[in-house]
């Protein structure tokens, strides 16, 4: 039970070390953006995990905390500190606001599940989604709002995308690893068994509202902070990252990783995810076609995804030594019993 | 003072009265059997009793503490726990972590975001004890859903027994258990019978008989006898009604209410 913590049997540190060198890859490290990007829906389908793959709560609207969480840095940005040295600061902002509106919203749905959770999540990003592309005084309509400059950080200019992509590599490892803490703690623990049977958990004595409600923001915290690094990286914010197709993606991303039974699902998945994409558009303009299949056969034939297989086979094996190991038992029970008819 | 009461609590759905005016009083310790037909209402008696149902009217009070309306987390929290007909645990953990489960909340780890949750020393200590306690350390790795029929009820019960109960509501703890573990549940039950008050629904009379203290009789959601063994057992209506007596028809199904 009680394995010793090392730190060489660590995915993150595998992790941390290919994206580390990332920028260095011949061919795929031109691409800096692409491997930014990456990295941002690493920390963004992690944070969707929790509530997916975790909890049990189907969310068909987090890219609408994700969308609200590029705005809201945008206009902080615009609004208070253009040109200032510092953009920790709107990134940050957006992560609070995002927060808060997340356990707003988790409030009023604490007590909805399944398909009723489904429907109201896509209703409220649907909703968001037309406020933002209508209200074209604050979120400049269709047009978005462009031309942001990344500025500095503790002094180092960011506007270099090799810096900003090692600043986004912090953020996210640091993110990440908050999150996983927290899927370790009790009360994550609580979480996952609230996704098996939440009238047991009920009848343990927790209120699974309140944890829902909670891992409701706790995502949106994480998400809109995703959202404001996504802002910065390209410089511009429009409405369609609200939309729910763009929800989709992050429910996708997290199946086919197999978020829905490991940690290191969601990451996997993003990863293969962002690339395919990327490089599906650069060689055929219908590549959604290949995707809509694609969504459809991983339903089909791989529900628990990539690494869910894995899972897979580690059950059987931990079931085959646990049967082997209760055979030896009655064969050495029945040996002592035989023994003991003999004398 | 009364353990847990009720007065006049009564359940409708539409038309159909489940439990209908039920009073009753629960006094400390030993093993009181709720009995009757299928449909008598002892299952919604006990979704009332815990705050799994509102009731339609009347009032439950546990330690004269009115708990009517109350959600069941909070029910549970002042000491009153239940199992589960189809036992209710989690699949996916294995005995261990479902056992922990309970002893997290009661040791004050329900909003703990940080503390790694394998390396808290008291967790760990209190939930061995309980796995020892049921005898269940040769199984303790394995994952839940692997367990046999009557080691689930066990560990549902076991889950209950984690928030330490004053009283404990067992719905019909051996339904569905094979002859040899049916006994080991029974054992299970008297043993805890020491410590606590337990209420328990069960259609097996034989079992009924050899644990009960008292026995009350439930007939289409109302009282039909209340007493002892004895009682009830020379109560002419319970003969007629429950126990197989000589009815008209003497078709006893039908008198219970089973459908074929």
């Not at chain 2, 367990?147 to 703890?173: Q, R, V, Y």
Request: with cysteine; glycine share 10%.
């Amino acid at each position: 039970m009680n394995k010793q913590y090392n730190i060489l049997n660590d995915p993150f540190l595998y992790l941390l070390i290919f994206f580390g060198v990332f920028p260095f890859i011949p061919l795929l490290g031109k691409y800096l953006s692409l491997g930014t990007e990456m990295l941002i829906w690493i920390l963004y389908s992690l944070s969707f995990n929790l509530l997916l793959g975790y909890t049990g709560l189907p969310s068909f609207g987090h890219g609408a905390f994700y969308g609200i969480g590029s705005y809201v840095t945008a206009l902080v940005y615009l609004q208070f500190i253009n040109n200032s040295k510092n953009i920790f600061l709107p990134v940050l902002a957006a992560s609070l606001i995002v927060g808060m509106l997340a356990y707003f919203f988790g409030f009023i749905i604490r007590k909805k599940r399944g398909i009723y959770f489904a429907l109201i999540t896509v209703a409220f990003s649907q909703v968001l989604y037309i406020i933002a592309f209508k209200w074209t005084e604050v979120t400049g309509g269709e047009l978005g709002i462009t031309r942001l400059f990344r500025g500095q950080f503790l002094g180092i200019d960011l506007n270099n995308s090799t810096r900003y992509y090692y600043f986004v590599l912090i953020i996210v490892f640091l993110g990440s690893i908050i999150i996983r803490k927290i899927t370790l703690s009790p009360f994550g623990k609580v979480l996952k068994a609230l996704k098996q049977n939440e009238t047991r958990v009920q009848y343990l004595g927790y209120n699974s509202a309140k944890y829902c409600c909670y891992v409701m923001t706790i995502s949106g915290i994480f998400a809109g902070l995703c959202g404001g690094l996504y802002c910065l990286l390209y410089g511009a914010v429009f409405a369609d990252n609200m939309h729910w197709v763009k929800s989709g993606d992050v429910v996708i991303a997290t199946l086919l990783g197999g978020g829905m039974t490991n940690f290191y699902g969601p990451i996997v998945g993003s990863s293969i995810f962002v690339l395919a994409r990327e490089i599906l558009s650069s060689v055929w303009d219908n590549w959604m076609l290949l995707y809509g299949l694609a969504f459809v056969l991983i339903i089909l034939f791989m529900p628990t995804g990539l690494l869910g297989m894995v899972e897979r086979i580690k059950e059987k094996k931990h079931t085959e030594q646990f049967n082997n190991n209760n055979n030896k038992k009655k064969k050495d029970l029945e040996g002592i019993a035989h023994k003991e008819e003999n004398k | 003072m009364d353990l847990l009461r009720t007065e006049n609590l009564t359940k409708k759905f539409g038309e159909l009265v489940a439990v209908n005016n039920v009073t009753i009083s629960i006094k400390e310790k030993g093993v009181l059997s709720i009995i009757g037909p299928n449909g008598a209402g002892k299952t919604t008696f006990f979704n009332l009793l815990t705050g799994f149902l509102t009731p339609t009217e009347g009032k439950i009070y546990l330690r004269d503490e009115d708990i009517t309306d109350m959600y069941p987390y909070d029910i549970v929290r002042k000491k009153l726990s239940r199992s589960f007909q189809i036992a209710s645990y989690f699949p996916e953990f294995t005995i261990f972590e479902n056992i922990q489960m309970g002893v997290f909340n009661r040791l004050g780890y329900s909003y703990n975001f940080l503390a790694n949750s394998k390396q808290l020393k008291d967790v760990n200590e209190e939930t061995e004890r309980y796995i020892e306690m049921l005898s269940l350390s040769d199984l303790k790795d394995m994952k839940a859903k692997f367990l046999s029929h009557g080691d689930k009820k066990i560990l549902d019960i076991a889950m209950c027994l984690t928030i330490e109960p004053e009283i404990l509501l067992l719905d019909e703890p051996t339904s569905g258990v094979s002859g040899t573990e049916r006994m080991k549940v029974i054992h299970f039950i008297g043993e805890l019978a020491k410590k606590m008050k337990i209420v328990v629904v069960e259609h097996d009379m034989d079992i009924v008989f050899s644990i009960s203290d008292r026995i009350v009789v439930l007939a289409q959601g109302s009282i039909l006898a209340d007493g002892t063994i004895e009682e009830v057992r020379n109560n002419e209506d319970v003969q007629n009604a429950y126990l197989g007596g000589n009815i008209e028809g003497g078709d006893e199904d039908v008198v219970l209410g089973k459908n074929k």
